[in-house]
C-alpha cells in the first residue's frame, strides 16, 4: 500500500518527497524496455541498479513497482552517503505503460542525519 497525504502532521509524519507532477503513456509494440532506456538514455553504470535489484528480486509489480525502487534506492543512498536532490521515477507495465513521476526531496531531509 503507498499512502500519499497533504498536510503533515509534525512530528509525528515526516515527509519524504513531494510529488511535483505525474503522468502515463501507454507505447505499443515495446519490450526489453529497460535495457532500452539504459542505452537510448546513455546512463551511467548503476544508473538503473535500484530498479534492477529490484526486478530481479519481486518482479514487475506495476505501480507497486515504483514504491519499492524509490525504497531500495533510499537505503542505496543512505549506505553510499549520498544526497540527492531532484529525481525521476519512471514506471513499465506490460504493453508498455509508462508511469512517470517528477519527486523533489523535501528540505529537511535532505540534512537529516538517522
Excluded at 2 to 14: L, Q, T
Excluded at 22 to 42: E, K, N, V, Y
Excluded at 66 to 71: A, H, N, Q
Excluded at 87 to 98: I, K, L, Q
Aim: charged share 25%; hydrophobic share 45%; net charge negative.
Amino acid at each position: 500500500a503507498v499512502i500519499v497525504g497533504a498536510d503533515a502532521v509534525h512530528p509525528v509524519e515526516h515527509t519524504r518527497f513531494e510529488m511535483v507532477s505525474a503522468s502515463q503513456t501507454t507505447i505499443p509494440a515495446t519490450d526489453g524496455i529497460i535495457d532500452h532506456i539504459d542505452g537510448a538514455l546513455r546512463l551511467d553504470p548503476g544508473k538503473l541498479a535500484a530498479s534492477r535489484t529490484v526486478l530481479r528480486d519481486y518482479g514487475n509489480m506495476l505501480g507497486a513497482t515504483l514504491i519499492f525502487v524509490l525504497d531500495e534506492q533510499r537505503m542505496r543512498m543512505e549506505e553510499d552517503g549520498e544526497r540527492g536532490e531532484w529525481g525521476v521515477m519512471m514506471g513499465f507495465g506490460p504493453g508498455f505503460t509508462v508511469e512517470t513521476m517528477v519527486l523533489h526531496a523535501v528540505a529537511s531531509n535532505l540534512h537529516r542525519k538517522n
